[in-house]
């Protein structure tokens, strides 16, 4: 099946396939925005326990969307991977270091005598919700601003030091906290993460007064989250973008190139408008109607919207990690793929995909048969 498509057709599929497990990934990390509202939602020990509890159940199903993302991304498309990873790994080594000490806090936050201390792991699990929700978006960020550079493949010659990939900062990715684009991104993302945690809390919670405080978070945390997207929504559509020749391969900077890619792909266009639609309503539903629907609408909006960004970032002949340092080193799902060999051979295995999808459907279904009450948590041994 797969052996019979051509070998941009297959570049093409494994970028939709990273794209949706990144979309998933965005999703999930409203366990992160939830983790930044404790003390916000909480006013009793109870309270607090209540919260911390709700979304513990679901921060395994976070971590194991970010291991296979890493995982497809890393085998569909090696060249970023050593590019980005090996180049800004300030970042990286900050996102593995919040997610480090998340799992750390849930795993000892109640334990008897931890030397810690059970406030020490909760300013633990409120570092990860800010600090992995930015840097996601700051990261997604430079696919559409660029970094700083160089590839040289026929460097792989060089015994002495092979090196394909070398950054030009001394920074090592860091530089790209400072850009009002990829800032702008993070900070809807975590915003973003607050609100679906409100709405999630809304729909798992079996407390009153909870639920009515998460209901205002809803309307707190939406405005500067619709501020900060679409800010970055009107930075990249009216910047210029980073195209790619068709015959030459040649990268250059061509005018508004993200809206044309919008433009030039109707069904992604129409995906994108739902997804804000979706995201609109379900925000509207938490905020006014108090309804635990609210999470569904805006959750499946959520998907769409980051993976018709994400789309638009690699398809319609475009650069989706660009360079700034040197255009002709920036990284196409063209230049940067594994051989057609593995793409077709991983391609029998993205079949798994739906399971894992199914996974988080299952384990979410049954996580959630009933809404989560402070007589669950005071019986529950394995409480977090």
Sequence with gaps: MFENLSYLTLQQYWWIIV???????????????????????????????????????????????????????????????????????WVWMLLLFSFIIQAVSYEYRTKANNFLGQKTYETFLFINGILATIIVGIVVGTFFTGSEFSVDKLNITNVSNPV??????????????????????????????????????INNIDNETIVKRAS?????????FLVFFLLFVGLILTKEGFAVNLDTKEVFMEKFKYLNNLIEMPIVLIMFLIGVVGVLYGIFLGAFKSSGKGIWFSGAGTVLTVLAILLISGFNNTAFYPSTYDLQSSLTIQNSSS????????????????????????AWKSLNKK?????????DDMAY
């Design 19 to 89: 794209s949706l497990l990144a979309s998933l990934f965005v999703l999930l990390m409203f366990v992160q925005g939830g983790q930044t509202l404790i003390g916000q939602l909480s006013k009793t020990e109870k309270e607090k326990s209540l919260l911390i509890n709700s979304i513990g159940r679901k921060w395994d199903l976070t971590f194991t969307t970010l291991v296979t993302f890493g995982g497809a991304f890393f085998a569909s498309f090696p060249l970023f991977y050593s590019t980005s990873f090996g180049g800004a790994y």
């Design 164 to 201: 394909i990939s070398r950054w030009k900062t001394a920074t090592h990715g860091l530089e790209a906290a400072f850009n009002i684009t990829n800032l702008s991104l993070g900070i809807a993302i975590l915003f973003l993460s607050r609100v679906l945690a409100s709405l999630y809390f």
């Design 216 to 224: 205002k978070q809803v309307k707190f945390c939406a405005i500067p």
């Design 339 to 362: 051989s057609k060999y593995t793409l077709t051979v991983m391609s029998y295995v993205s079949l798994l995909v739906p399971f894992v999808i199914a996974y988080i459907w299952y």
């Design 371 to 379: 809404k989560v009450s402070e007589d669950d948590i005071s019986k």
